[in-house]
């Protein structure tokens, strides 16, 4: 199997590019794995899969930290996103939220599609995420978006991944590590550090086993 790992910035899988002793780049080519470092968000996520994303490749597997709007999801909990929505695809209508659906232009939410039975994976419990170009940080937006979609995650560039997998037909997978709480902006509460360690440690045990 062929995987094509998907990491918005280089420090997200810092721990992983170190343990396999590969040079820091943009793109990383192994036997078994390449690893493509996008950069924040989703156009440069979309625009980077278009030059690298191929059949070549029989998974896809996108890693990332992520913010949770659950707080009883300890920080450092590794999850496995099957969903993610592009939650601000759509438009305003007298202070109501059209999606896109609604519109009938197309959709806002992928699924991550794949077949694998991996203990690691089965490990990972299985949550909904949103992805977004301003992450929410005050009480009025989040308390907006939770009521309408109700996600547990938030990231920048997950359904960016798995629309660009849906429409290739390659599986994919998105897991992230949680670092903070959506939650009115508050830097000292996060725990990036443990978040990427636990990332990365799941990740390369992974991609060993597999």
């Not at 780049?25 to 989703?42: H, N, P, R």
């Not at 992450?135 to 109700?150: D, P």
């Amino acid at each position: 199997m062929k995987i094509l790992l998907v990491a918005a910035t280089s420090a997200e899988i810092s721990i992983l590019t170190e343990h396999f002793r590969l040079a820091e780049a943009e793109f990383m080519q192994t036997e078994k794995f390449d690893i493509l470092v996008t950069g924040v968000g989703m156009t440069a996520t979309a625009f980077a899969l278009g030059k690298h994303l191929t059949e070549h490749y029989n998974l896809v597997l996108n890693l990332g930290i992520a913010g949770s709007f659950d707080p009883g999801i300890p920080l450092g909990t590794v999850l496995n996103v099957t969903t993610d929505e592009l939650s601000e695809l759509g438009a305003e209508n007298k202070g109501a939220f059209l999606s896109i659906e609604e519109l009938g232009f197309g959709k806002s939410s992928h699924q991550a599609h794949n077949n694998l039975l991996h203990s690691d994976l089965s490990e990972l419990r299985k949550v909904k995420g949103i992805t977004v170009n301003t992450v929410h940080g005050t009480l009025q937006s989040i308390n907006e978006i939770k009521k309408r979609l109700n996600p547990v995650t938030e990231s920048m560039e997950g359904a960016a991944v798995l629309y660009c997998c849906e429409k290739e037909g390659i599986p994919c997978l998105q897991i992230r590590s949680i670092s903070n709480y959506v939650e009115p902006r508050n830097k000292d509460s996060w725990k990036i550090g443990l978040a990427i360690k636990n990332l990365n440690e799941w990740a390369i045990r992974f991609l060993t086993n597999t």
